[in-house]
């Protein structure tokens, strides 16, 4: 017996052993393994093919919200604009009205100044009068206090009333 020759009935023996083996393997082994690797293949590429979609939809997707960044910033620049035009808006209707304002402001002070001032005339005049009747009162008191000239003077004033009355007819 040799350990590198094996015997001829073993041979036949492990021949038949490996036929009835792989006819089993065969019938039900291989077609279920090759049916798991088929759908492993096919699961392999549906997610090829979907990871490919994936990819395109997010390309969409990425440049969809590019689109939304560049009308964001374009609306963003258009409601800074408009919000400044308001504003320089805003700023000039408070200038006008500050304007109008003071200008009403300034009629109303000039009109009170003018008023003051004709007050203050009326009460120069009045002052002005009655130092004029003062003066008046003690000049004739003084050119009255004699008899004689007061006599003379009454005399006077009225010739002067008849002689106005008599050219006014």
Known sequence: MSFLLPET???FWMLISFGIVFFIL???????????????KKFIDDALL?????????????EQS???????????????RE?????????????EKAEVESGRIIAVARE?????????????????AELSISIAEKVIRKELADNK???NYMN??????????????
């Open 9 to 11: 009935g073993l041979l």
């Open 26 to 40: 065969r019938k039900y082994g291989f077609p279920v393994i090759t049916s798991m690797i088929d759908e492993r």
């Open 50 to 62: 979907n990871a490919k979609a994936a990819n395109e939809k997010l390309a969409s997707v990425e």
């Open 66 to 80: 590019r689109k939304i960044l560049e009308n964001a910033n374009a609306e963003q620049v258009r409601i800074l």
């Open 83 to 95: 919000a400044v035009a308001v504003r320089e808006n805003i700023i000039k209707e408070a200038q």
């Open 112 to 128: 009170q100044i003018n008023q003051e001032k004709e007050e203050a005339l009326r009460d120069i005049r009045a002052q002005v």
């Open 149 to 151: 000239e007061r006599d």
């Open 156 to 169: 006077t004033l009225i010739d002067e009333a008849f002689s106005t009355d008599k050219s006014q007819e």
